[in-house]
């Protein structure tokens, strides 16, 4: 059974710094992709970022080339971590976790809230 919890999600002003971290265990083999989605209040769930367990990363086009998000993993931790910096009132939302099995299967973590205040 795979479980992924994620944790480091809260408030913060804009102009502000989170960095949120997911555990993976279970059976999630030794090649996967995981990912970072979000959801804002009233839209539909979006992607934010997604690494290789090789470290290849790829970026949304809302987050890409500004510099602000830099997703990265430890292997051995089985861990995901989203660095956010200078953070904006519309990154406000739910983010989630997303492990992406060889075998097609995907597992979601439970989310965590982030809010951005103006």
């Known amino acids: 059974q795979v479980q992924l919890v994620e944790s480091g999600g809260g408030l913060v002003q804009a102009g502000g710094s989170l960095r949120l971290s997911c555990v993976a265990s279970?059976?999630?083999?030794?090649?996967?992709?995981m990912s970072w989605y979000r959801q804002a209040p009233g839209k539909q769930r979006e992607l934010v970022a997604s690494?290789?367990?090789?470290?290849?990363?790829?970026?949304a086009d809302s987050v890409k080339g500004q510099g602000r998000f830099t997703i990265s993993r430890d292997n051995v931790k089985n861990t995901v971590y989203l660095q956010m910096n200078n953070l904006k009132p519309e990154d406000t939302g739910v983010y989630y976790c997303?492990?992406?099995?060889?075998?097609?299967?995907?597992?979601w973590g439970q989310g965590t809230q982030v809010t951005v205040s103006s």
């Open positions: 997303k492990l992406g099995t060889r075998w097609g299967a995907d597992y």
């Open positions: 279970g059976n999630i083999g030794s090649i996967n992709v």
């Open positions: 690494i290789t367990n090789s470290a290849s990363t790829n970026y």
